[in-house]
């Protein structure tokens, strides 16, 4: 029997436990891996019309995905760093914020998580919209400010309504009130209790907590990059853009 076929006939219980990363791609595919833990890979790709060796071959993409370095980032401009940003918020509001979700509104848990789980389905929402609002008003007011600054250093705009522009509040000014947020989640991480759990818990509140954490990592590192890379890089684009708007005030 080939590996791949071994695969198919394993129960999506067994390979969940094995890698929490399947049970992302069996979402990405319309399956929520806790309705049917007992059912093997073959059987529940047939129900839902997946081809299995496409769901493998994704799964193995998903293993090797790497995000780039804060260093190889630092090396690009930052048109290319917006664009990465604004990637990583689509993955997280397309994909992970919609799994977790999934999970916490649709998981059967015993008795003893009734009311860890009751809280997290009041909790997790809340969460979310708050979570949203944050990434429109990023990408409205600090993505569109510095959009706004290159297309005046490129001569886009006349002269009196740089000016204006230049009026409105600063990049500067949103880097000193932008929150680094890396403690968004800190009410979820003292509900869970630090994300532990015994070693006898359900695979679904495994994965559940597994992914809440992985996701928490990721929202650390990605307010790490717009403090340290993107604020810093838009703060220099906007003096420079005022040193030229400067200059051609004194030769006019």
């Known amino acids: 029997m080939s590996g791949e076929s071994h695969i198919q006939k394993r129960s999506i219980a067994e390979l969940v436990q094995e890698n929490y990363v399947f049970a992302g791609v069996l979402h990405y595919f319309g399956i929520s891996f806790y309705k049917y833990e007992q059912r093997s890979l073959e059987d529940v790709c047939r129900k839902f019309r997946v081809n299995p060796q496409q769901l493998i071959s994704e799964l193995e993409v998903w293993a090797w995905r790497k995000d780039p370095s804060q260093d190889e980032l630092y090396l690009q401009p930052i048109e290319v760093l917006v664009e990465y940003l604004k990637n990583k918020h689509h993955f997280f509001l397309r994909h992970q914020l919609p799994f977790l979700s999934n999970i916490i509104s649709g998981v059967k848990l015993p008795s003893k998580y009734a009311g860890l789980l009751a809280d997290l389905r009041l909790m997790f929402p809340l969460f979310v919209d708050d979570f949203i609002h944050h990434i429109h008003e990023e990408e409205s007011k600090v993505f569109g400010r510095i ?13 009196e309504e740089a000016l204006k522009i230049l009026n409105r509040p600063s990049i500067a000014g949103m880097a000193h009130d932008h929150d680094a947020h890396d403690d968004e989640m800190e009410g979820i991480r003292k509900l869970t209790n630090g994300y532990r759990l015994e070693d006898g818990a359900p695979t679904a509140i495994k994965v559940l907590y ?39 005030i004194r030769m006019n």
């Open 210 to 248: 597994h992914e809440m954490q992985e996701f928490e990592k990721e929202l650390i590192i990605h307010a790490r990059i717009e403090n340290e890379l993107l604020f810093p890089k838009a703060v220099e684009l906007e003096k420079e853009v005022k040193r030229k708007i400067i200059s051609t």
């Open 147 to 159: 959009k706004t600054l290159q297309e005046i250093e490129d001569n886009r705009y006349r002269l």
